[in-house]
């Protein structure tokens, strides 16, 4: 089956991004949020942590076992995360697994020691790809987009797993905000060259999209955040759309 | 052990490979006192063990041996203590896998572990739904689809040598074992903690079992 995973981004603990849920009591609280994601039928949580300083660490991992105490579908904690410790804080906190983005790409041996002593399956590569202008594939971007590596997102997909990745979470920069479906080609090109599952990420915006992320891009889960936090779709809905196009999925 | 409230009190083994604190809380939010248990004596009394599990087959068995949990568990087992094995928890109930070729399971359900045998993505990480055979214990009692749905991930499942053992199947481009029983040891290669509500309430399933056994006069 298809995974439908709604992403939070969290702030210093609190869920930042516009909430636009009626009954949602505090919609700054991860927690609630996440809740009632899980209620709704979401198959698994990525919580992205966009918290700056190092020195609020501390409020993430609380932030994981709250959510591990009310939520109880698997869920990612990205952002931030630097070193094996950081990895081994989070989990032992309750997270199922962990993401690295920009410090696989400047440490990529980390993956390896990562994945050997946690386990492939909790170590998730998040990769932020932007198409080159010259057609020579995808570049893979840290910060944010802000940042170019010189490496080529396909390879380093490749080379992530080969190091140990057990998923990979891949984000077309260029269509991440806008709404106008997911980079299919960056996805298919990076689904057929890795054994392990590939995470769509960036770019939803209509319901068709979705199963267009499986059926042309072969990703083996979906993440959005903005359409499911204002309310656009509900995951119910994303769900019905993708079965009708006949992707298997959890209902 | 005194069970407060017919409270069942399950010890939740902590071995190092695993996180513990969803199966506690998801057990504790079914109405069961849990006692996580680092060496084999806090486990002493306790009406009902659960064995979780994330990782290597090799160094589980390591762990499990170093601390004293092999011994313990089979004599649990010996005496008729339900035992819960969750994924490799599942996994290290049989006498071996291909995973760690030299290292002997516990040999609680005869029967080897390999490698799943497909040409779809490994590890098998997502939701399936598992098919349970008729009248098996564990098995949800009626209900839809998503009542049998559960969170898997893994890339090795288990192969128990009498087919009497096996409980239900799931498909990852090929049928695997995703829950088997013999006597009162149980497993499960899904992830009931992680399963939301089809999840907890085979968990609920398993603890009124537990209970059952309790209210049977020694």
């Not at chain 1, 995808?138 to 010189?150: C, I, N």
């Not at chain 2, 809380?25 to 064995?51: F, I, M, S, T, Y």
């Not at chain 2, 762990?63 to 004599?75: A, I, N, S």
Request: charged letters at 25%.
């Amino acid at each position: 089956m298809i995974r439908v995973i709604p992403c939070l981004d969290v702030d210093r603990g609190r869920v930042v991004k516009g909430v636009n849920f009626v009954d949602i009591r505090d919609a700054g609280d991860p927690v609630e949020l996440a809740a009632r994601y899980d209620a709704e039928g979401a198959d698994e949580l990525v919580v992205l942590d966009i918290t700056a300083t190092h020195e609020e660490r501390d409020t993430i991992v609380h932030l994981v076992e709250r959510t591990a105490e009310e939520v109880f579908i698997p869920f990612t904690i990205g952002g931030g995360l630097r070193t094996e410790e950081d990895i081994r804080a989070v989990l032992a906190a309750g997270a199922d697994k962990v993401s690295l983005n920009s410090a696989a790409v400047r440490d990529p041996d980390l993956v390896e020691r990562a994945a050997m002593r946690f386990g492939d399956q909790c170590i998730v590569v998040a990769i932020d790809a932007k198409r080159r202008t010259d057609g020579t594939g995808w570049e893979v971007y840290l910060a944010g987009g802000r940042r170019e590596t010189g490496i080529e997102a396909v390879a380093w997909a490749a080379e992530a797993t080969r190091r140990g990745a057990g998923e990979l979470l891949v984000t077309s920069m260029d269509r991440d905000g806008t709404q106008v479906g997911f980079d299919t080609d960056l996805l298919a090109a990076i689904a057929d060259a890795v054994p392990v599952p590939v995470i769509a990420s960036g770019g939803a915006g209509t319901l068709a999209h979705f199963a267009e992320a499986v059926t042309k891009g072969r990703a083996d889960a979906v993440l959005a955040a903005s359409v499911f936090h204002d309310g656009v779709y509900t995951i119910g809905e994303v769900k019905a759309a993708m079965a009708r196009d006949g992707v298997p999925v959890r209902r | 052990m005194t069970h407060a409230g017919g409270a069942p009190v399950v010890a939740l083994l902590d071995y190092e490979m695993s996180n513990l604190r969803s199966a506690a809380k998801a057990l504790e939010r079914l109405g069961a006192r849990v006692h996580v248990a680092v060496r084999p004596a806090d486990a002493l009394g306790c009406d009902a063990v659960v064995l979780p599990g994330v990782g290597r087959f090799g160094a589980a068995m390591e762990r499990l041996e170093t601390l004293g949990f092999v011994g313990m568990l089979r004599e649990a087992a010996g005496g008729g203590t339900p035992i819960l094995g969750i994924c490799l928890g599942l996994q290290l109930l049989m006498d071996g896998s291909e995973e760690s070729p030299d290292v002997p399971g516990l040999g609680l359900v005869p029967g080897r572990v390999v490698r799943l045998r497909t040409e779809r993505k490994v590890p098998h990480i997502g939701w399936s739904e598992v098919h349970w055979r008729d009248g098996v214990p564990l098995a949800p009692d009626g209900g839809g689809p998503a009542d049998r749905t559960y969170y898997f991930v893994h890339s090795y499942a288990c192969v128990p040598d009498d087919p009497d053992d096996i409980l239900g199947t799931a498909d990852h481009g090929g049928s695997f074992v995703a829950a088997a029983a013999r006597g009162s040891v149980a497993g499960v290669q899904f992830h009931p903690e992680k399963s939301s509500a089809s999840g907890l309430a085979l968990l609920g399933r398993w603890l009124d079992g537990v209970r059952t056994r309790l209210a049977v006069p020694a």
